[in-house]
C-alpha cells in the first residue's frame, strides 16, 4: 500500500475542437522514502496527472479514475476544505519557472512566512525563525539578507531554493518536483538535484520528480515511470531502465541520448516505435 | 582558409547610472580568437552569462565587436564602418534558439524562405518559388506546406523551417544559437541528424552555441568553454572531452548528468545502504 495511490487516472479536457484526453489511464503508486520519476515528452501527460492530484487544474478538465488516494484518504471525493489540509501542507510541489512560481510583489522572506503561519500555523515570530532556519537549510547565502529581497533581485538557483524553502516547510510526505532544474544551467542543476536528495534522505519525504532528462532520471529516481502521449509505457526500478529497457519507447529514448551515439547519425523515435504505439 | 576567424573579439555593453549608481561598462566579451574551416563544427559551450550568444550574433554580423578583428572568407568585416554587402551577408546566417520566437506568426512558410532572396538578391519570383520548394523537401518537410503559417508546425518542424531559411542564400557558415535546446529529445535527434546531413551536402562550417555537453560531444569538431566571457579552453573535441585541463571545465563535466549503467549501480547501492542505516 502506497502512500500515494492512482488507478487508471484519466484527465479529458474540453476544447473547442471537442475533447481531448491528456492524460489516458495512468497507475502512479509512490511509497514513503521513495524517489519516483516520471519520463516523457512534451505531451505525455506527466504534468498534467500530477496537477490532477493536487487538485491544480482548470474547470475545463475531466477527472475520472478509479482510485485516488493519498495515505488512505480519498483525494476525489473530498471537499475542497479537507483538500487543502493536505494540498500544500502533506503534499507540496514545486515547477519549472522558480522566478515565475514566486510574487514578484513580495520579498522572498514574506513569502514563505505566508506559508508558515497560514499552513504550518506558526505565530509571526516563531515564522520569522523558521523561515531563517530553512534558508539555511536550502543553502541560501546570507540568508538574513535574502529574506527582505525580492525575487527579482536573486538568481535562478537561488529562487528555486526559496521555492524548495517553502515546499518543505511544512514537512510534507511528498513533494512533487515539476521539472524543477529544466531552467537552471547544468551547475546550478547539479545543486539542486543534490540538495532535493539530500532533503529527502534527511526527511524520509517521497519525491516524485517530472522531467524529460533521462540524465536526471539516472542521478536520482529509485523506481521510473515512462509516459507517452498520456499512457504509461513502461514502469521499473531505476537500473532496470537503463541496463534493460522493455519497451521499444524506452529504449527509443534512450538510444536518441547524444552521449550514446554509435554511429554518425543518431536513431530517432520513429524508427523503434511500432505502428500501433505511433498511432 | 578559414570561412571564419576571430581575433581577439571584444564586446563591451554601456550601462547606464542613475542619481545612485555610476555608469559602468560591463566586458561581455573579453578577447576571443577561433577560426572554423569549411565543413568543420565550432562548439561554443558555457552557462548562461558566460557572453556565449553574445559572440554567436557577433559572428553572426548582427552586433559589432568593440574591440578586435573579424574576418570572414579571409576579409575583414567590421558592420560598424560599414554594412555588410549583401554577398557577405549571404555568406553568414543564423538560427535561433526558440523556433516559435524566430518565425513571424503572420508570414506564410514559403514568403519565409523566399524573404532573404528577395532582400539580397535579383532572383526573379518564379524562381525564389522554385528554390524555397526544394528547400522545404531539403530539409523534410512536404513542399505543400509552403502556404501555411507557423503556428500549424511543432516545436521539430519550425526549427527545420528556420533552418531552411537559412540556407536559402547558400551560407558557408551557420551559426546555430542552442538550435535543440527548446526540443524533446526525439525531436532533437532528428534535428541533429539533419543538421549533419546539410553539413555534408553542403560543405557548410557551423558556429554551434549550446550548453549541452552530450549534444557537444556528439556534432563538434573543435570546442571553446566560455565561462565569465573568457574562453578558459579551446581544442580539439577528443582533447577537451578526454583531458579537460581548465577546473571549470571539469566543473561543468562533473555536474552533467550521465546515464551510465555501473554509476547508477552504485548511487543504488549507496541508498540502499543508507536506508538500512536508518531503518
Known amino acids: 500500500m502506497g502512500l500515494l495511490n492512482i488507478r487508471n487516472l484519466t484527465v479529458r479536457f474540453a476544447t473547442s475542437a471537442g475533447s481531448f484526453t491528456a492524460v489516458d489511464g495512468i497507475d502512479v503508486t509512490v511509497d514513503k522514502g521513495e524517489v519516483l520519476a516520471i519520463v516523457g515528452e512534451s505531451g505525455s501527460g506527466k504534468s498534467v496527472s500530477m496537477l490532477a492530484a493536487m487538485g491544480l487544474l482548470p474547470d475545463i478538465a475531466t477527472i475520472t479514475a478509479d482510485e485516488m488516494t493519498f495515505d488512505g484518504k480519498d483525494l476525489l471525493r473530498m471537499t475542497p476544505r479537507q483538500r487543502r489540509s493536505i494540498i500544500g501542507r502533506e503534499i507540496t510541489m514545486i515547477f519549472q519557472e522558480p522566478i515565475a512560481s514566486l510574487n514578484p510583489s513580495f520579498t522572498t522572506g514574506y513569502q514563505i512566512e505566508e506559508v508558515l503561519r497560514y499552513n504550518a500555523g506558526l505565530s509571526r515570530r516563531a515564522a520569522r525563525a523558521r523561515a531563517l532556519e530553512l534558508f539555511q537549510q536550502v543553502g541560501i547565502p546570507e540568508p538574513e539578507e535574502k529574506l527582505r529581497s525580492y525575487p527579482h533581485q536573486m538568481s535562478g538557483g537561488q529562487c528555486q531554493r526559496v521555492m524548495i524553502a517553502m515546499a518543505i516547510a511544512t514537512n510534507p510526505r511528498l513533494l512533487i518536483a515539476d521539472e524543477p532544474t529544466t531552467a537552471l544551467d547544468v551547475t546550478i542543476q547539479k545543486q539542486i538535484l543534490d540538495l532535493l536528495m539530500k532533503l529527502q534522505e534527511q526527511t524520509g519525504m517521497a519525491l516524485i520528480l517530472i522531467t524529460h532528462d533521462m540524465g536526471v532520471v539516472a542521478e536520482t529516481a529509485d523506481r521510473v515511470q515512462v509516459q507517452y502521449k498520456g499512457k504509461k509505457m513502461e514502469e521499473a526500478d531505476v537500473l532496470t531502465l537503463f541496463e534493460a529497457p522493455s519497451h521499444p519507447y524506452t529504449r527509443a529514448l534512450l538510444s536518441a541520448l547524444p552521449e550514446h551515439a554509435t554511429g554518425d547519425r543518431l536513431p530517432t523515435v520513429g524508427s523503434f516505435l511500432e505502428p500501433e504505439v505511433q498511432q | ?279
Open chain 2, 1 to 279: 582558409m578559414s570561412v571564419v576567424e576571430g581575433r581577439n573579439l571584444i564586446r563591451d555593453y554601456y550601462v547606464p547610472g542613475s542619481l545612485t549608481r555610476a555608469a559602468k561598462t560591463v566586458r561581455a566579451v573579453k578577447g576571443i580568437s577561433f577560426s572554423v574551416e569549411r565543413g568543420k563544427t565550432l562548439a561554443i559551450v558555457g552557462e548562461s552569462g558566460s557572453g556565449k550568444s553574445t559572440l554567436a550574433r557577433i559572428i553572426a554580423l548582427i552586433d559589432q565587436a568593440s574591440g578586435g578583428e573579424l574576418l570572414i572568407e579571409g576579409k575583414p568585416v567590421d558592420i560598424g564602418k560599414q554594412r555588410p554587402t549583401r554577398e557577405m551577408r549571404s555568406k553568414v546566417q543564423m538560427v535561433f534558439q526558440n523556433p516559435y520566437g524566430s518565425l513571424n506568426p503572420r508570414q506564410k512558410i514559403g514568403d519565409v524562405l523566399m524573404e532573404p532572396l528577395l532582400l539580397n538578391t535579383d532572383t526573379p519570383a518564379a524562381e525564389r518559388r522554385r528554390r524555397a520548394e526544394e528547400m522545404l523537401v531539403k530539409v523534410g518537410l512536404p513542399a505543400e506546406v509552403f502556404n501555411r503559417y507557423p503556428h500549424m508546425f511543432s516545436g521539430g518542424q519550425r526549427q527545420r523551417i528556420a533552418i531552411a531559411r537559412a540556407l536559402m542564400l547558400n551560407p558557408t557558415l551557420l551559426v546555430l544559437d542552442e538550435p535543440v535546446s527548446a526540443l524533446d529529445l526525439s525531436v532533437q535527434a532528428q534535428v541533429l541528424n539533419l543538421l549533419a546531413d546539410l553539413q555534408e551536402e553542403f560543405n557548410l562550417a557551423y558556429v554551434f552555441i549550446s550548453h549541452d555537453l552530450s549534444v557537444v560531444r556528439y556534432i563538434a569538431d573543435d570546442v571553446l568553454v566560455m565561462n565569465k566571457g573568457e574562453a578558459v579552453e579551446q581544442g580539439s573535441r577528443d582533447e577537451v572531452f578526454a583531458d579537460p585541463k581548465h577546473p571549470y571545465t571539469r566543473e561543468l563535466f562533473a555536474a552533467t548528468p550521465i546515464t551510465d549503467v555501473e554509476a547508477i549501480r552504485a548511487r543504488v547501492a549507496r541508498r540502499k545502504a543508507l536506508r538500512a542505516a536508518t531503518a
